[in-house]
């Protein structure tokens, strides 16, 4: 019986050649992450271990990234902490503010998660570096801090859902597009403890910031990895990045699905989910027409420089709708750069839109954009649950940027080409 | 080991967002963040709870994101356990790392209503309604996992490793 690609990446970190799906293995890693929420709390489980040292000081990798610039004095302390620690411990991989973005842009640009490698996250979507070909998964902060003493994780491996798409990818779908399909048809927890497994030409035609976006998401169907396996896309994207050796797998022929599901993405229309769970998604011309105060675009799923470029195409020489706020948050600050270089920061101010520097922000309602009671937010973010942005009776509308920019316009949701002139 | 206490019952898909609002996360202190356990469900839940009472909810408890803070914050209001149909993986995770019992029954979900009074042992994962007598029966965890569990959370587990 052959293996998954994600059960030869767990393999490859035991001692063992073969690996079974419910099998309960210990594993070496090869990066843990955490942040200014995550990282605090595992910093106080790694000194119950009462250690000099970390593990690997390479191999952490600390971000502040969701309340920074601080918010307020607590969360200035949560940031301290961190600090503290980076310089007691000598971390090497640290961003300070200045340096910093959202987590999951910043670590695949800077070069520091690549194919074939084993990946903790204290965050949800670790799991955006399967966009890679990678192992990589969401944990909590004590296993953060056990792993940042010992750098072994424990694991159930996974069985997989294999998605296939094929076709030819129609206009103003993207990468975002293709996960909302999976998440609306398998619903929340239709990958709960799964690995799933994104292949077909479709997938070899996505760019890489697209496919980032795609396996972002997988968290959203209660995926334990969404995973992408290397190509030519992939190749380019680490070059010139990742300064490390790297290794290549692909899942066996023989390999073992729980389940196939097969997507025409030619006949696919960007989709926008509803209030309050991603799941709850409809094609964005059957969404048409709900009014909305504010359009938020960025986050780990879509601040980076392809979500800029859209957004920026189809707000050109445009101004946003009167009676609607937009904030844009680029995800890294090299990703603000570029876009500044390219001329779209001109383009989102003249248009009347704010952008910021790269925080997480109001994606998870912390700052820079909160609602209050009752109004709607149409974001390129990941989830919409209950207050997820703002006041428990607020709600967040979730899309691909393209739909976020030409909604932003007309102040209410739009499909983008009824705004962009032929 | 028992535990006794009220039912609390919740649906489908709670998720951390709601479990711990993440305004709340400029902080890790258990007590505050105990404070507004479930508010955006449940207003009153933090003043209502009383130490030993049980969360019983439907499908996927605990979805979205990985903050640590949602198993603190239900352990902190005095939640005993928690009874569910199915949790979701990262919750399920950070709860035997934190030592917060968790279980999966079906039968339980099902059955268990609001207010209820019911009664839970550890080890064999069994639940009884104390007026009805009706039992049910949860998964047990993996070998593994109660070493974790019975060594209270995974920083002493790896402790004891050496
Ligand atoms: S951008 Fe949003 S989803 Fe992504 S890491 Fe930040 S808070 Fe989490």
Known sequence: ?422 | MKFTGKVHKFGNNIDTDVIIPARYLNSSDPAELALHCLEDLDKEFAQKVKPGDIIVAEKNFGCGSSREHAPIAIMAAGVSCVIAHSFARIFYRNSINTGLPIFESAAASEALKNGDEIEVELETGLIKNIKTGAQYKATAFPGFMQDIISQGGLINYVKNRG
Not at chain 1, 41 to 59: G, Q
């Open chain 1, 1 to 422: 019986m052959g293996m998954t690609i994600s059960q030869k990446i767990l393999a490859a970190h035991t001692d063992k050649d073969f690996v079974e799906a419910g099998e309960l293995i210990n594993c070496k890693l090869d990066v843990v992450l955490g942040n200014d929420i995550t990282a605090p709390i595992a910093i106080s489980e790694f000194h119950k271990l009462e250690l000099n040292k970390v593990f690997d000081k390479e191999s952490i990798v600390l971000v502040p990234d969701h309340f920074v610039p601080n918010k307020d004095i607590k969360s200035a302390e949560q940031c301290k902490t961190m600090r503290d620690f980076v310089k007691q411990y000598g971390i090497k991989n640290y961003f300070e503010v200045g340096q910093m973005g959202i987590e999951h842009c910043l670590l695949p640009e800077q070069g520091l998660v690549g194919p074939g490698d084993l990946i903790i996250g204290a965050d949800s979507h670790t799991c955006t570096y399967g966009a890679l070909g990678a192992f990589a998964t969401g944990v909590g902060s004590t296993d953060m801090g056990a792993a940042m003493a010992t750098g072994e994780a424990w694991f159930k491996v996974p069985e997989s859902i294999k998605f296939i798409y094929y076709g030819k990818i129609p206009q103003w779908v993207s990468g975002k597009d293709f996960i909302l399909h999976a998440i609306g048809d398998i619903g929340g927890d239709g990958a709960r403890y799964m690995s799933m497994e994104f292949t077909g030409e479709a997938i070899s035609r996505l760019s890489m910031d697209s496919r980032f976006s795609l396996c972002n998401m997988a968290i959203e169907a209660g995926g334990k990895n969404g995973i992408i396996a290397v190509d030519e896309v992939t190749l380019d994207y680490i070059k010139g990045r990742l300064k490390r050796p790297y290794q290549i797998h692909y899942s066996d022929p023989d390999a073992v699905y729980a389940q196939t599901i097969e997507y025409n993405v030619a006949e696919m229309e960007p989709l926008v989910a509803f209030p309050h769970l991603p799941e709850n998604t409809r094609p964005v011309s059957q969404a048409a027409g709900v009014l909305i105060d504010q359009v938020v675009i960025g986050s780990c799923t879509n601040g980076r420089l392809e979500d800029l470029a859209i957004a920026a195409s189809i707000l050109k020489g445009n101004k946003v709708h009167s009676e609607l706020r937009v904030i844009i948050l680029p995800g890294t600050q090299a990703i603000y750069l570029e876009a500044l270089r390219r001329g779209y920061i001109e383009i989102f101010i003249e248009a009347g839109a704010v952008v910021s520097t790269p925080t997480c922000g109001p994606c998870l309602g912390g700052y820079m954009g909160i609602l209050a009671k009752g109004e709607k937010a149409l974001a390129t973010t990941n989830r919409n649950f209950v207050g997820r942005m703002g006041d428990p009776t607020s709600e967040v509308y979730l899309c691909n940027p393209a739909v976020a920019a030409a909604s932003a316009l007309k102040g209410q949701i739009t499909p983008p080409w009824e705004m962009v002139l032929k």
